[in-house]
């Protein structure tokens, strides 16, 4: 993994893949996709959920996620977000847009793509 401000320039790339990516199976609230980001990635990366909720609100006004309030019995109310058909068709995309660049690189840097 890049360290250092390279770190934060792939983190910053990767941000919208990785949170529709991860709301694709099911809806998660905003602290649910920090904490999986950081344990899938090994803490490698990490997103601090004040940082976190302006792009799902970003997500949200474009229409690619839809957020709800959900309120359980002894827990504070939060915000659930899932994908929509159309964020469907934006993660397609941009997985297929990171898939096509990791071959890319791997191309011009003779690195094995695992």
Known sequence: MPTGSSHQEWK??????????LLEDQPRHGYDISTLIQLR???ALRFHV?????LLHRLEQQGSIQGRW?????QRRRR???LTPQGRAVLRSKQKSWKDFVATI????GIEHA
């Open 41 to 43: 990635s090994g803490g």
């Open 106 to 109: 791997s191309r011009i840097t």
């Open 80 to 82: 659930y977000y899932s």
């Open 12 to 21: 910053k790339g990767s941000a919208e893949l990785l949170v529709l990516s």
């Open 70 to 74: 959900v309120e359980k019995s002894n």
């Open 50 to 54: 004040t940082s976190l909720y302006p």
